[in-house]
């Protein structure tokens, strides 16, 4: 490969938010940010949960910083962009923030649904739409990244609210895509299919999970370093030409038969 198409997946000189920072796939994708050379910002609704990773990467000569974030209140996402204004509008931004409430549709009740709509598809659009507005203002492009999941375009059972808003965010992703091209604004999905994380690990090694992981063509469940070199084609040079698109990570658990 020519050195130069390597050079496009590095991220020196540009600033990354990272919503829903304080665990799992957040986290992991601060790290991974930092590593290839972005300042990035965690953001949480608890600045506390996140002095640790800020501290890390730190440590290893990245360049960090927390933020408090409820990713459900347009106050708070103002609040966000308004404490970086040292470091400028972030150019990258990874909407993860995420919650699912698991129990039959017939047992979610409205509080259930408004949690999970709230966080997943408003508060992505909330964010999305802020640091949209202000890369326009400073006349700079940048790069949106969606988190959603293959459940945006299939489903399961017991998680319909979290799949309803996952099918939001892929819509919202391509409506957002079409309408800020001309400004030099990238904005693409991430689908991730079944992902250990330490909030998940106990269900996919217990009998169920494995079960569920027999369904799967690849017979495996992801691992969060799967994510990386598609997260980084979104959000670097690499994907320059890339908006409105969706990109499965899953095993090939979406073309998988019925």
Known sequence: MNPSALNAFRLDGHTALVTG???GLGQHFAHLLASVGARVVLAARRTDKLADTVAQIEAAGGQARAVALDVTSSASV?????????????DIVINNAGVTVTRGV???TEDDWDSVINTNLKGCWLVATEAARRLVAAGQGGSIVNVASIL???VAGGVAPYAISKA???QATKA???ELARHRIRVNALLPG???TDLNRDFLLSDAGQRLRERIPSRRFGEMTDLDGPLLLLASDAGAAMSGA???????HLVSSL
């Not at 103002?78 to 972030?90: I, K, N, Q, R, T």
């Not at 969706?246 to 090939?252: E, I, K, M, Q, S």
């Open 246 to 252: 969706t990109l499965a990570v899953d095993g090939a």
């Open 152 to 154: 945006g375009e299939r």
């Open 21 to 23: 920072a304080s665990s």
């Open 106 to 108: 017939l047992q979610q």
């Open 194 to 196: 079944y992902v250990v």
């Open 168 to 170: 939001g965010v892929l």
């Open 176 to 178: 957002m895509a079409l």
């Open 78 to 90: 103002s609040a966000c962009f308004d404490a970086l204004a040292d470091w400028g509008v972030p």
